[in-house]
């Protein structure tokens, strides 16, 4: 889902009165230099880092007057796309300019200035953005790989298309990190559905292990089922444990905990071994590389 962009209040547009006024009330709080929003509560970190980087682009939005487009990370969270870290930088793309200008400014603000078309761009929402087609293949091009592919594969779920995802790649071939964003966008896959699967994909991928297909159908005394990741030769699945998905309510995360070892039993039932990573797995990738190679080699010999 796409997020709606905070109100932002600037200092320069209230009497200082009315704004300290609103500030000792707890009606606004400070999101940037100059900048101000209402406060925003109940929300994960990760949503909280969210909704501050969009405070700043908006209060960044409505400070400038020449032409511009939020880029990088930031369009990719204008556009809903998933980032495994909420940068505190705002990126912002200009037209070229012959004079040298900062482009890492102290505000916060990271500037890139780039010859843009007509299709590179787009203000269908919220804010001024590059397409999200190019937004992809700019992260995938400048953000580490696992970054990067969280994005790229959000961003085919969002509705890229992959014919012009190609068709920016091969016009952008020889600058900085196009390599990266082939091998990226090689990999991306609109049935990602998470973070989680993203890095831990792209985790087997840099250890040269073999690839696994997604959202794996089996079929149980139960019904199907969906793994997220597997190998169905060798019937060795991987779920991603978010811990998200079984929400906040006691009751209720208890049932849908149940209901997942159900589900997981099932589909053992079928002669399948499922491994289970978590968030602090996936920092610790050597691991989770050696139990899947494990877990691969025990079927290929269970098989004969």
Do not use: N
């Amino acid at each position: 889902m796409r997020p709606g962009v905070p109100e932002v209040v600037l200092a320069a547009d209230v009497p200082v009165e009315d704004l300290q006024r609103r500030l000792r009330h707890g009606t606004l709080v400070r999101v940037g230099r100059g900048a101000y929003a209402p406060p925003c509560e109940g929300l994960s970190p990760h949503d909280t880092a969210l909704h501050l980087l969009l405070c700043r682009a908006a209060a960044v939005h409505a400070r400038r007057t020449g032409e511009h487009w939020f880029s990088h990370t930031t369009a990719a969270v204008l556009w809903g796309c998933s980032l495994v870290t909420v940068p505190r930088h705002v990126d912002v793309t200009g037209p070229v300019r012959r004079r040298a200008v900062r482009t890492d400014r102290p505000d916060g603000v990271r500037d890139h200035f780039a010859a843009m078309s007509t299709g590179d761009v787009s203000r269908s929402l919220a804010l001024p953005t590059t397409s999200l087609e190019r937004t992809v293949v700019d992260c995938a091009a400048t953000l580490p790989g696992a970054h990067g592919l969280a994005v790229a594969d959000s961003g085919l779920r969002a509705g890229a298309d992959p014919a012009e995802l190609r068709r920016i790649v091969e016009r952008r071939a020889g600058s900085p990190g196009i390599r990266r964003a082939r091998l990226v966008l090689g990999m991306a896959d609109a049935r990602a559905e998470s973070v989680g699967e993203s890095r831990l994909r792209w985790i087997l991928a840099a250890s040269g292990s073999p690839l696994p297909d997604l959202q794996v159908p089996v079929r149980t005394a139960g019904g199907w089922r969906w793994v997220d990741v597997g190998w169905p030769e060798e019937r060795v699945a991987v779920e991603f444990d978010g811990r998200v998905k079984y929400g906040t309510d006691g009751r209720a995360a208890a049932d849908a905990l149940f209901q997942e070892k159900r589900r997981q039993h099932a589909i053992e039932d079928e002669g399948w071994t499922v491994l289970r990573v978590t968030w602090p797995d996936l920092d610790r990738p050597a691991e989770v590389v050696q139990r899947v190679r494990r877990a691969l080699r025990s079927a290929r010999r269970r098989r004969g």
